[in-house]
Nanobody
Framework: QVQLVESGGGLVQPGGSLRLSCAAS????????AGWFRQAPGKEREFVAA????????YYADSVKGRFTISRDNGKNTVYLQMSSLKPEDTAVYYC??????????????????WGQGIQVTVSS
């Protein structure tokens, strides 16, 4: 069973930046597609970004394109989400997710089999 742990969240000013990390267990994680989702209070969990197993193919929600970057270091079993030009509407609990499928273009959370516990990101002045 894959275990995912997010870190790097916190409180930032609008226009600021933050880097989230997702540390994964298991030797086979480098073969998994990985993604980031977020959920604000009273709203459904929404897709943010995803990467294929190698990090060569990445996909983003329109709301974060040009501001967020997903990357991964398979040697460290870690996936990152670099967030820049943060807006108050980016405030949410952010979740790291993974699927044994090596590459998927799906933005449906149900496609991802493994999830971290979530980490709070708050963008406020």
């Amino acid at each position: 069973q894959v275990q995912l742990v997010e870190s790097g969240g916190g409180l930032v000013q609008p226009g600021g930046s933050l880097r989230l990390s997702c540390a994964a267990s298991g030797r086979a994680f480098f073969t998994y597609a990985a993604g980031w989702f977020r959920q604000a209070p009273g709203k459904e969990r929404e897709f943010v970004a995803a990467s294929n197993w190698s990090g060569t193919n990445t996909y983003y929600a329109d709301s974060v394109k040009g501001r967020f970057t997903i990357s991964r270091d398979n040697g460290k079993n870690t996936v990152y989400l670099q967030m820049s030009s943060l807006k108050p509407e980016d405030t949410a609990v952010y979740y790291c997710a993974a699927t044994p499928i090596g590459s998927t273009r799906s933005q449906n959370p149900s496609v991802f089999d493994y999830w971290g516990q979530g980490i709070q990101v708050t963008v406020s002045s």
